[in-house]
């Protein structure tokens, strides 16, 4: 296990000026300079809720930023060391940074402590929502959106509503919903937001979603999510070339990694065994940790680039086991129809009946997976 | 505060991970032999940074020299977030550092020498490097102690663990091979279906084109010790030369001839050929079914320590399993052998089905498709 994470024989550098790594931030950035202050304020008034708010906050917004975990244990370290009892902001955090390992239950326990302390909380009303949503319980996600309604938070709300009519069989109304959203929303990420579930609402209906994607990439932010979702569209719309285009420089970004890999794949480009090598350290990377957040993209890793059946549908099933939303269903759908496996995607296909969800693709792929195997995998 | 934005960009996560980087683990290797202690610990330069400050002139960058200038500090910080005890705390130093390149960055290497005050019983390993900074560090241990190789992964609620250095006793051993070699033939339904066709008949005489029921008990149940004891011969001696290493057939081989050991018995049943050697027939196809069972053995992974004892305890345990099968299929047989019940619906009837799953066996596994569930 450690073997595989490990390349080299470890060795000892040839000079002093030879530069083994490259830092986030330079102690002059004004980011770091930031953090020192924050850090500083906390650790001169440990029982002050507000400066341990905005430290662990801080944190989790670079987290976002940069994609990079370290600053999500860095928050999570913040909140453990604060002590008992914990206020609604920083049960609302810890919430927040316990979903970000897919701990579902525990975050959703925080948010209700939360809410009994301040009923009026938006932000934990808005965090289970999103839960619910991803959960696929769009009766317990509703109440969410409606008490963001009744709370006066009309973005929120919108994007809240906007994507549980996507993902239960009203992506008409979904697409009016986000798009009233975005004409309320001045702020650049949320338009950002906006624009990509728009982006991805007319693909599954079947319209033209490039103008909206073409639009998000306009407001000129890296951001991992926009591009994955706009190339999973190029992708499907048979446009690898593009892909390559877009993500040369985003190796570093694993679920990128993975749509680069993908496109110089259907292109037999040279550099697609390097990034699937890439890839495979990466998964037993994080595997090596117990890390089981990147089972979806695994298995697609496997289903597509490996030829893995097997793997890709044992993978998919345990993602699907955590995760409900549609890129979740089509990943399971795709790995069951590839393993001519009935059984597996049923449960799918009872989302796709109860929810109503409309994109053609996943339907058909549904009918596939009805059609083409046999129940259960085993001789 | 900006929750709205933090909602918003929190949404595209939980649709889809981002992890550009990856959390932060520490690598620690260790073998313990007897009181004395080697090891290596790589830690993410990022890391010690985080905790110590490494970039001396404050350019994002960390050379070899502002490191070398921290080899001191390092020891002292790692030290003592690590505590290893047999018997009581080993002292522990490092004798060498060095760097490695991991899949986010570069790790400094510690090379580890340690001496505990005894040399034997179990290894506690109390691990605190990073937990109270970032609760998502997780330190991946992989401990040689006294041979026996332990994969721990060290967490804030998970920091001290403590590892046996005692081998699973032999009787264990052969106790849980014992009941894989039960487990794998009732779950194998191809073993039990040509077990079952070849005994179908042993209830049964066939004279002049006809069958008639066996006279006594006992003549079946000498039939039935002739066939079993044959199978249990043949794949005995398959299952110990593959598991040793000594044959090796391709698995798509073993499995097709497997099914096709079905056929032949089920249709042996409905237009007899050989009917007075059937034991023949279990020797023979016995030899491939051994086959299969070493493929499975080959997944449990024999301990190299115990591989005979193993080997028995597995073989024992399908022995078991199959005579369990025996006993209650041979008095059943026996009661109904002269009823239209047995002739026609067990014996006729479940020849024909069990050709008929056979045949889709072997189609599947000749031609690697999936026809039937």
Not at chain 1, 297 to 319: C, K, M, P, S, V
């Given at each position: 296990m450690l073997a595989a994470v490990s390349h080299a024989v470890p060795r000892t550098p040839a000079s002093d000026a030879e530069v083994l790594e490259k830092l986030p931030t330079r102690a002059a950035d004004s980011t770091a300079r930031e953090l020192t202050a924050l850090r500083a304020a906390v650790a001169k008034a440990p029982t002050d809720a507000s400066s341990a708010t905005e430290l662990a906050q801080r944190y989790f917004d670079l987290a976002l930023a940069q994609g990079d975990p370290r600053y999500v244990g860095y928050a999570e370290a913040v909140v453990a060391r604060f002590a008992d009892p914990l206020p609604a902001s920083l049960l609302t955090l810890r919430g927040v940074l316990r979903q970000y390992r897919h701990d579902f239950a525990g975050a959703l326990k925080d948010f209700e402590a939360a809410l009994a302390l301040?009923?009026?909380?938006?932000?934990?009303?808005?965090?289970?929502?999103?839960?619910?949503?991803?959960?696929?319980?769009?009766?317990?996600?509703?109440?969410?959106?409606?008490?963001?309604?009744?709370?006066?938070?009309?973005?929120?709300?919108?994007?809240?509503?906007?994507?549980?009519?996507?993902?239960?069989?009203?992506?008409?109304?979904?697409?009016?919903?986000?798009?009233?959203?975005?004409?309320?929303?001045?702020?650049?990420?949320?338009?950002?937001?906006?624009?990509?579930?728009?982006?991805?609402?007319?693909?599954?209906?079947?319209?033209?979603?490039?103008?909206?994607?073409?639009?998000?990439?306009?407001?000129?932010?890296?951001?991992?999510?926009?591009?994955?979702?706009?190339?999973?569209?190029?992708?499907?719309?048979?446009?690898?070339?593009?892909?390559?285009?877009?993500?040369?420089?985003?190796?570093?970004?694993?679920?990128?990694?993975?749509?680069?890999?993908?496109?110089?794949?259907?292109?037999?480009?040279?550099?697609?065994?390097?990034?699937?090598?890439?890839?495979?350290?990466?998964?037993?990377?994080?595997?090596?940790?117990?890390?089981?957040?990147?089972?979806?993209?695994?298995?697609?890793?496997?289903?597509?680039?490996?030829?893995?059946?097997?793997?890709?549908?044992?993978?998919?099933?345990?993602?699907?086991?955590?995760?409900?939303?549609?890129?979740?269903?089509?990943?399971?759908?795709?790995?069951?129809?590839?393993?001519?496996?009935?059984?597996?995607?049923?449960v799918v296909r009872e989302w796709l009946q109860r929810s109503g969800f409309e994109d053609a693709r996943t339907r058909r792929l549904a009918q596939a997976s009805e059609a083409a195997g046999t129940d259960g995998g085993k001789k | 505060m900006k929750w709205r934005t933090l909602f918003l960009s929190v949404l595209l996560l939980l649709a889809g991970p981002v992890w550009a980087h990856k959390a932060s683990d520490s690598y620690l290797v260790l073998d313990v032999k007897g009181q004395q202690l080697t090891g290596q610990w790589d830690i993410a330069l990022r890391d010690i940074d985080f905790a110590m400050g490494l970039d001396a002139d404050g350019n994002g960058e960390i050379n070899w020299g502002e490191l070398r200038a921290r080899h001191a500090a390092i020891v002292a910080w790692a030290l003592s977030a690590l505590t290893l005890d047999r018997g009581g705390a080993c002292a522990l130093q490092v004798t060498q550092h060095q760097v490695d390149e991991h899949t986010d960055g570069t790790y400094?290497?510690?090379?580890?020498?340690?001496?505990?005050?005894?040399?034997?019983?179990?290894?506690?390993?109390?691990?605190?490097?990073?937990?109270?900074?970032?609760?998502?560090?997780?330190?991946?241990?992989?401990?040689?102690?006294?041979?026996?190789?332990?994969?721990?992964?060290?967490?804030?609620?998970?920091?001290?663990?403590?590892?046996?250095?005692?081998?699973?006793?032999?009787?264990?051993?052969?106790?849980?091979?014992?009941?894989?070699?039960?487990?794998?033939?009732?779950?194998?339904?191809?073993?039990?279906?040509?077990?079952?066709?070849?005994?179908?008949?042993?209830?049964l005489v066939r004279e002049a084109g006809r069958w008639r029921g066996a006279g006594r008990f006992g003549e079946a149940l000498r039939e039935v010790l002739w066939v079993v004891t044959a199978f249990t011969v043949a794949h005995s001696i398959t299952l110990s030369l593959a598991a040793l290493g000594l044959v090796s057939l391709p698995s798509r081989l073993v499995e097709s001839a497997i099914a096709l050991s079905v056929v032949l018995a089920a249709l042996n049943n409905l237009k007899p050929v050989v009917n007075k050697r059937r034991w023949l027939i279990a020797f023979v196809f016995g030899l491939i079914h051994g086959f299969g069972f070493a493929s499975v053995l080959a997944d449990l992974g024999l301990p190299q320590e115990a591989l005979v004892l193993s080997l028995v305890g597995f073989n024992l345990g399908v022995e078991t399993g199959q005579l369990a099968i025996v006993a209650v299929f041979l008095p059943a047989a026996f009661w109904l052998r002269n009823t239209g019940v047995y002739r026609r619906g067990i014996f006729v009837g479940g020849s024909l089905l069990t050709l008929l799953v056979a045949l889709v066996w072997l189609v599947e596994r000749a031609l690697d498709l999936k026809l039937m569930g």
């Open positions: 301040a009923p009026d909380y938006a932000v934990a009303h808005a965090w289970r929502g999103a839960i619910y949503l991803v959960e696929a319980d769009y009766g317990a996600a509703q109440k969410e959106c409606a008490a963001l309604q009744t709370l006066g938070r009309a973005t929120l709300a919108g994007a809240c509503r906007g994507l549980l009519q996507a993902y239960s069989g009203q992506l008409a109304a979904a697409y009016t919903t986000l798009q009233n959203t975005l004409s309320l929303a001045t702020d650049a990420d949320n338009r950002l937001w906006l624009l990509t579930r728009l982006g991805e609402v007319a693909a599954w209906r079947g319209q033209d979603a490039q103008a909206h994607y073409r639009e998000a990439l306009g407001l000129g932010r890296d951001d991992v999510y926009l591009l994955a979702a706009w190339t999973d569209f190029l992708l499907d719309a048979g446009q690898p070339a593009e892909v390559v285009r877009l993500l040369a420089k985003w190796e570093s970004a694993d679920s990128l990694l993975l749509r680069l890999a993908e496109a110089e794949t259907l292109l037999k480009l040279p550099e697609a065994a390097r990034h699937q090598k890439m890839l495979v350290d990466r998964f037993a990377a994080a595997r090596a940790r117990g890390d089981t957040t990147h089972r979806a993209e695994e298995a697609r890793f496997e289903l597509r680039l490996r030829q893995d059946t097997a793997t890709a549908l044992r993978l998919a099933q345990e993602n699907y086991a955590v995760q409900r939303e549609p890129r979740d269903a089509r990943v399971l759908l795709e790995a069951a129809v590839a393993a001519k496996d009935r059984a597996s995607a049923q | 400094a290497v510690l090379s580890l020498r340690g001496n505990c005050p005894s040399g034997a019983g179990e290894l506690g390993v109390n691990y605190r490097l990073l937990f109270d900074q970032d609760a998502l560090h997780r330190g991946l241990l992989r401990l040689d102690l006294e041979g026996i190789t332990h994969s721990a992964i060290m967490a804030p609620d998970n920091a001290h663990q403590r590892f046996s250095a005692d081998k699973p006793s032999l009787l264990a051993q052969f106790g849980q091979f014992f009941v894989q070699g039960v487990w794998h033939i009732w779950i194998g339904f191809d073993h039990i279906l040509f077990l079952i066709a070849l005994l179908l008949p042993v209830v």
